[in-house]
């Protein structure tokens, strides 16, 4: 059997034909492709505003500097998750601090973070934001986050680069909880723009900023200068700045790809249970199912339960990858990266994080897979740990 990679893009015919008209167009950067993918994705997540940009993790940096978070500044976030949720604190001059995971969801523990909060009002080193992270897809514990918002006073970027379309309470994520909800359009995610993000929001100026934020910092809306325009031609940068836009070739990719994006979700989802009936009877922790949410199941990542299998994990992962199975790991948590270490991290710092991380697998999960490469993953994954 050839090759079987974790994730990977769909690309169909429409979606060429999208990008080939904007190629034959006036526009190829900033055009009225970009506005319209903008309202379509943040009507798809119940949000008033949607600002497109180059990447998520642009996307996390201007909702950061968005948010006021500077020197002085503290942000906490989730050690299991890519290096951006914490990166983007430190690029506006903050210090990170991180919340140990809920060992079932993965995701943000409220416990841990109430605990946390307790610890740091009595210290007076309070967050300015916290940025919980809806790992694999599966939405955080936002209803209880918000509550603890308001009652510390931190505001909330909701890291959901992989939950694009899932919901929460019946809602779409993005709808309203969190202050913004950063979107990951990467190859490997639920859509692809081919690199891109968005910052949803329903406060209009904390979206006419981030509009601002990924243009230099530029503004051609007179109620926002400070001087009288010259022309129509006037415009006036009115603080620092990115070049952080999304281009109307992506966008066009963008809003293609969202015509299927019901469709991908009920594949991975029966992807998803298809994993989860087939696996049953292994020594494996399997991700979690909750009835208050959709997982938009952008990864499958199970946990090697050591106690019952005389496999370990670098055994298991070996000799999946000598079967031709493109399996990974997410995430080394970030707290264990050198550049963390040396901010004064360490091992023992977040005890779930580190027992997840030394267990886990994500296995392949994509529309495009097929029944036979899922039960060769899964007669693999037998065979490993007999």
């Known amino acids: 059997m050839s090759y ?229 031609w006037y415009y006036e940068q009115i603080e620092l700045g990115f070049n952080y836009r999304m281009t109307d070739i992506q966008a066009a990719l963008g809003s293609s790809q969202l015509t299927r994006l019901a469709e991908r979700h009920a594949r991975r989802d029966a992807l998803a249970r298809r994993y989860d009936q087939k696996l049953a009877g292994l020594p494996l922790k399997l991700p979690v199912r909750l009835d208050d949410r959709q997982s938009s199941h952008h990864l499958y990542v199970v946990e090697i339960d050591e106690m019952h299998s005389k496999t370990g994990r670098r055994e298991a992962f070996d000799a999946l990858r000598a079967a031709g199975i493109g399996i990974n790991v997410h995430y080394i948590p970030i707290h264990l990266q050198p550049f963390y270490r040396h901010l004064g991290f360490g091992q023992g710092d977040f005890p779930a994080s580190e027992a997840y991380y030394s267990r886990a697998i994500s296995l392949p999960l994509f529309p495009a897979m097929n029944h036979e490469q899922q039960d060769h993953v899964i007669a693999v994954i037998e065979r490993s740990l007999a």
């Not at 893009?9 to 903008?38: H, K, N, W, Y």
């Not at 997540?45 to 500044?73: F, N, P, Q, R």
């Not at 890291?159 to 950063?182: E, K, Q």
Request: aromatic letters at 6%.
């Open 4 to 232: 079987i990679p974790y994730s990977r893009q769909e690309i169909v015919e429409a979606d060429i034909a999208a990008v080939t008209e904007v190629l034959s167009s006036d526009f190829l950067t900033q055009g009225p492709t970009i506005p319209r993918f903008e309202r379509e994705i943040a009507a798809l997540h119940g949000a008033a505003h949607g600002t497109a940009v180059s990447s998520a993790t642009a996307a996390l940096h201007i909702s950061c500097i968005a948010l006021g978070v500077g020197e002085g500044d503290v942000v906490w976030t989730s050690p299991i998750s890519f290096v951006a949720s914490a990166n983007c604190a430190l690029y506006c001059g903050a210090s990170v601090d991180f919340v140990d995971i809920d060992p079932a969801t993965r995701n943000m523990s409220i416990t841990a973070l109430e605990r946390k909060l307790q610890a740091a009002r009595r210290h007076g080193r309070l967050p300015k934001v916290v940025i919980p992270v809806d790992f694999s897809g599966l939405p955080c514990d936002l209803a209880e986050i918000k509550a603890l918002a308001d009652a510390y006073g931190f505001a909330i970027i909701e890291d959901a680069s992989h939950a694009v379309g899932a919901t929460y309470h019946g809602n779409p994520v993005g709808s309203g909880l969190a202050d913004i909800t950063v979107l990951s359009f990467h190859p490997v995610k639920i859509i692809t723009t081919g690199e891109g993000g968005v910052c949803l929001t329903n406060n209009a100026e904390l979206a006419d900023r981030l509009a601002r934020l990924r243009t230099h910092g530029i503004t051609r809306d007179a109620r926002q200068m400070e001087g009288e325009p010259d022309g129509a």
